[in-house]
């Protein structure tokens, strides 16, 4: 494994993490504490030490594995990110929590779940613009940062051109950006990503295997099940990316080299990506992930140096 400094935090993070929301049951199955422990194990194994979750990945359910992971391992041996804004009703439906008080509540609850005492990176979760422009939610996340709750503030933009809420990272104590970033979807180039340069602030590239179409599992015409957030994705657009893939995978990716591991190694080689956090369903997939590292350079503005 590989690893890199989180912009301008002391964080340490591996170039490859595990993205949890599939944890949460809407990507086309239920997961238990063992499955969540195997993905969760192999991961430690393989050198990782991001994991991303958040808390609306079911209500808390995400979390919940991982907390439970935690109270059994090393909590010092692994940076967690979560997020906030958001309350889990049922698969696909969701209230926006945006007051201070709902998100100090959102906070403790992420605390209990994830069994712990501090939260490596709390993250503001694709909200809009007019709750992310309020001082007083920052000055009171500022506040647990003093108390210990939280170590590092980040921003999870929700459309990956928002220039306005990357532009104001530095300002609001945030030293972070996730944002989604993949080989089909290059739109941060233009702006966020020199402006997280500007900065110096660590982005978390998700959705780096394009939900799963950039992995080569899936051809045109693939279809997906009712509790797969990929069955509500338009059909046309779908449809057409998958025929980008393979036009991606005939021309790009050279023969010997596994297409998930090639698209996450294409991610991370631009010098604004930190670290790509992919879902991952098992352990094999988690190797998999891993693998991307064999493709990656050294040579990156945020390599870490002992």
Not at 63 to 73: C, M, N, S, T, V
Not at 189 to 203: M, T, Y
Not at 286 to 299: F, Q, R
Request: hydrophobic share 35%.
């Amino acid at each position: 494994m590989k690893y890199r400094r989180l912009g301008k935090t002391d964080l340490r993070v591996s170039v490859v993490g595990v993205g949890t929301w599939q944890f949460g049951g809407e990507w086309g199955r239920n997961y238990d504490q063992n499955e969540a422990n195997s993905i969760l194990d192999k991961a430690g194994e393989v050198g990782i030490n991001l994991i991303d979750t958040a808390e609306c990945y079911g209500d808390h359910t995400s979390e919940r594995f991982i907390g439970q992971y935690l109270a059994d391992h090393r909590r010092e041996d692994w940076i967690v990110a979560t997020k906030f804004g958001h309350h889990f009703n049922r698969n696909f439906d969701r209230d926006d929590k945006w007051s201070v008080g709902d998100v100090l509540k959102q906070l403790e609850e992420s605390l209990r779940s994830l069994q712990t005492d501090y939260i490596d990176l709390y993250q503001f979760h694709s909200g809009p613009d007019d709750k992310f422009d309020n001082d007083e939610l920052w000055t009171t996340l500022d506040k647990q940062v003093q108390a210990g709750k939280i170590r590092h503030l980040g921003i999870s933009i929700g459309s990956n051109k928002n220039i306005h809420q990357t532009s104001r990272a530095t300002g609001v104590g945030s030293s972070a950006i996730q944002v989604v970033y993949n080989r089909l979807d290059r739109a941060p180039e233009e702006e966020v990503f020199p402006s997280c340069i500007q900065q110096d602030l660590g982005v978390l590239a998700r959705v780096p295997l394009a939900s799963g179409y950039l992995s080569g599992k899936y051809k045109p015409g693939a279809s997906f099940a009712d509790n797969d957030v990929r069955n509500r994705h338009d059909v046309e657009n779908r449809e057409r990316l998958l025929r980008e893939v393979e036009e991606i995978r005939k021309n790009e990716v050279p023969a010997h080299v596994n297409m998930a591991s090639w698209a996450l190694a294409w991610c991370l080689e631009n010098p604004a990506v930190t670290t790509v956090i992919p879902g991952c369903k098992d352990a094999d997939q988690v190797i998999a992930n891993a693998a991307a590292v064999d493709y990656v350079s050294d040579d990156h503005p945020q390599a870490w140096k002992a």
